[in-house]
């Protein structure tokens, strides 16, 4: 009778001791994110719109000074709902998108770098991606650029492992697609453009016309779906204008039209890449001689935001994974190694403090201040700058009313923060009119019970406003009711 043999169920040190590079990784990545203040605009916008949505108990609708905000889709907000619940508004939970995201491009690469050198090679893969500044600090920076980048890699990635056997694997094309969707709802579309396009083209130019019918099973495609299309469908449901706006404007309007802001020249990527894999991207014209998919990859990603005028170092995160296997190969074995990667670590050290030296502040001292003195009644004005930070800061019930020329505003177009609010009102017009205050709807509220506090720049202050408190970044005004009041 032959024996039945099993092969041992791995003891939990081994699992342990797989798992020790990710694990990590993600020591690694929260060494610094507790401490640094919130950073403005983009910190405080989006923590802001998390807060909001929690505080709302509407998981749905992103909303910015409560009302309906789609310049990104939800994912990074519901994780930062998440992180907020658990931990309160803090800078970590602000940034626990950005840090997931980090940790799956790191998650990406181990997968990658596993096939191709091994377990112990691969360790030393990782370590070399850990270590690029721009990697730890677009984790540890709270926007949509890192949440999507980490999507995309893992899409890229496991789509080659698809592909990577005599027979084709459908979990791994599943998990593809699965991570395309949640790509989409972190940024958008290029959730999917951008694996396509460095995928599909690859596929093509080696005739792997049945790798290329196997992409689109049936199966993966409905993943995809069942991952992507409820939020949108049911925001289009919500708000008729929704496609138009999300899909049309905040995609392909922005991709293709020179009127948005951060103009930089063609080649801005091309300088962001060495200076932000210093020191070493040193070995980078050695690394980029190496022709291959992970050339092709990077390629793919620079020319792609290369073209619209519109550029922010962020776009260009989901090179890293491909950048730092090749400079990973060309370091590899080199005099001066150690040295370099060490070197690299303690820049990526270095950053945080040198950030919160050089930083515009928060309003963290301005919150405090207002939360102590807000009464029931009580309605919160900004004017001059946008403060997005202010409600979570002063743990506000109800978003701050923003105060401006609004009639000016929309004549003057362009891309900014009064503009955004603009945008928004047009899906909740009701409650825009709550929000926008302009200087006659101020004059009306002055007389109405309950005392108004205005935060604002000193040089955008109003006539009769007293001075209650003065913060690192705006000062907290008081506006007494007129004596004409009736």
């Not at 592909?163 to 958008?188: N, V, Y």
């Amino acid at each position: 009778m032959p024996s039945l043999a099993t092969t041992p169920s791995p003891s939990p040190s081994s699992r342990l001791r797989a798992a020790a590079p990710l694990i990590l990784l993600a020591l690694w990545l929260l060494l610094g994110a507790p401490w640094r203040q919130v950073a403005l605009p983009d910190e405080g916008r989006y923590g802001g719109v998390a807060y909001e949505m929690l505080s709302n108990s509407d998981a749905l609708t992103p909303t910015l000074f409560g009302l309906p905000y789609f310049h990104k889709p939800p994912l990074m907000y519901w994780i930062d709902m998440a992180a907020i619940h658990l931990l309160g508004p803090v800078p970590l939970a602000l940034r626990a998108a950005p840090l997931l995201g980090a940790w799956l491009l790191g998650l990406a690469l181990w997968i990658e770098a596993r096939a191709r050198y091994g377990t112990d090679v691969a360790r030393q893969a990782l370590a070399w991606l850990a270590v690029l500044p721009l990697f730890y600090l677009g984790g540890q920076y709270a926007n949509h650029d890192m949440l999507v980048a980490g999507w995309i890699s893992l899409a890229i990635v496991s789509v080659r492992r698809a592909f990577d056997a005599e027979r084709h694997r459908l979990a791994w094309l599943c998990g593809a697609w699965a991570a395309m969707g949640f790509a989409l709802l972190s940024k958008g579309l290029i959730g999917v453009v951008l694996p396509g396009l460095v995928v599909l083209p690859w596929l093509v130019v080696q005739r792997r016309w049945a790798d290329i019918r196997f992409a689109l099973h049936p199966l993966a495609l409905g993943v995809f779906a069942a991952i992507a299309l409820p939020w949108m469908l049911a925001m289009q449901q919500r708000f008729p204008g929704f496609f138009d706006y999300f899909i049309v404007e905040q995609h392909f309007r922005r991709y293709t039209e020179a009127r948005f802001n951060n103009a930089q020249p063609w080649w801005f990527f091309l300088a962001v890449l060495p200076l932000g894999t210093l020191p070493l991207c040193l070995r980078l014209p050695a690394a980029l001689r190496r022709v291959g998919f992970d050339l092709w990859w990077i390629i793919v990603i620079v020319a792609f935001f290369s073209a619209p005028r519109s550029k922010l170092v962020g776009y260009v995160l989901p090179v890293l994974l491909p950048l730092a296997l090749l400079l990973f190969e060309a370091w590899r074995g080199r005099r001066g190694a150690r040295w370099a990667w060490g070197l690299s670590a303690l820049l990526c050290v270095a950053i945080v403090p040198a950030v919160m030296r050089w930083s515009k502040p928060d309003t963290s001292d301005v919150g405090a201040a207002l939360r102590a003195r807000l009464a029931p009644g009580d309605r919160v004005l900004v004017t001059g700058d946008p403060f997005f930070d202010l409600r979570l800061q002063a743990r506000l019930t109800a978003p701050p009313a923003a105060l401006a020329d609004w009639d000016a505003v929309r004549a003057q177009g362009g891309d900014n923060w009064k503009r955004e609010l603009l945008d928004a009102a047009r899906f909740a017009p009701e409650h825009g009119e709550q929000v926008l205050w302009t200087p006659e709807r101020l004059a009306r509220e002055r007389c109405a019970p309950g005392r108004i506090w205005l935060v604002a720049m000193p040089e955008d202050t109003l006539p009769g406003a007293q001075a209650v408190f003065a913060g690192r970044r705006g000062t907290l005004y008081e506006l007494p009711r007129p004596t004409s009041c009736p």
